[in-house]
């Protein structure tokens, strides 16, 4: 989008949104964000309780310990309050209490640490315990909005771009060991969760009025808590953006009519990662092997919710 000159004059974030919103909001630019991307390991966010679960059992907090994720954030992001970004934002997480979507940000509710924010936004129970605030506890904000189109309009977007990266509904998993567990009928029954919120935002975004983009990157076949394709991540969400952008109205969004892009984000003799979805291109392989990563496609497992 910063190639075609398309312009974002605020960002409304949901979950991993709320985290890529905040480092928008806060001047990091693609570049920026794509390296804090590509160093991030599953240490630095997923650490199990261990000693809590087996001391707990069902009345641990949750499976992850939030100190790492936490650690994580404030090192990316700086101690502002989420109105005070340079960029406007709005973070959405879910009120566990009063029940609802509650929104930080400016006009909404002000003061709030913008690492708490992103912290609220991200945490999927069971997996990471909610932020406690005032009182009140929240949640992951996508558990109720994952794609908040109708608030965005109703603010007064004159257009609306949506980047959807959530899952797809699968054939239920064969009744393994595994797929009986407490966590993969849980994960079964969050992605039905999403998959129908998405389709209800699609369908409003038909009649909300602002023009839509809407950007679906092929990644469903990855599974959740996923840290060795972050490369390809990058590349297929540059991919579809320019696909998105191909058949945009040209009324619309004049900004893509004279467009001519690069096929990658290192430029043309760079694959986009997606000729294979579910492990790369050869290229793709090269430059994560050049950068001391180890080149691993994991199995699919397109139901996993990918959070934070």
Do not use: K
Request: aromatic fraction near 8%.
């Amino acid at each position: 989008m910063a190639e075609v000159g398309l312009a974002i004059d605020g960002l409304v974030g949901v979950s991993i949104g709320a985290l890529v919103g905040a480092g928008w909001a806060v001047g990091l630019d693609w570049r920026a964000l794509a390296e804090t991307a590509l160093g991030l390991r599953r240490q630095d966010v997923a650490a199990v309780r261990r000693r809590a679960l087996w001391l707990g059992g069902v009345r641990a907090p949750s499976l992850f310990d939030p100190s790492p994720f936490l650690a994580f954030l404030r090192r990316t992001l700086p101690p502002l309050s989420v109105e005070a970004t340079a960029h406007p934002v709005r973070i959405a997480a879910v009120a566990l209490g009063a029940g609802g979507v509650a929104w930080f940000g400016r006009g909404m509710a002000e003061g709030v640490p913008l690492v708490e924010a992103v912290y609220a936004s991200c945490a999927l129970p069971p997996y990471f315990p909610p932020w406690e605030h005032n009182g009140e506890r929240y949640g992951d904000g996508g558990l109720l909005d994952v794609l908040p189109v109708v608030a965005a309009a109703g603010w007064g977007a004159r257009r609306l771009i949506v980047v959807d990266v959530g899952p797809e509904v699968q054939p239920a998993p064969e009744a393994s060991f595994w797929a009986r567990g407490m966590l993969a009928v849980l994960d079964r029954a969050l992605v039905l969760q999403f998959v129908q919120q998405r389709e209800r935002a699609r369908r409003a975004a038909t009649s909300l009025g602002p023009p839509v983009l809407w950007i679906r990157p092929r990644v469903v076949h990855l599974r959740g808590w996923t840290f060795d394709r972050t490369l390809y991540l990058l590349e297929e969400g540059y991919r579809a953006t320019r696909e998105a952008l191909a058949v945009a109205d040209p009324a619309a969004f004049p900004e893509a009519r004279s467009a001519s892009l690069p096929r990658s984000l290192a430029g043309p003799t760079r694959g986009t990662g997606a000729a294979d979805p579910a492990v790369g291109t050869e290229h793709d392989d090269q430059d994560r092997q050049s950068r001391g990563a180890e080149a691993v496609a994991e199995p699919p497992h397109p139901e996993r919710p990918r959070h934070p």
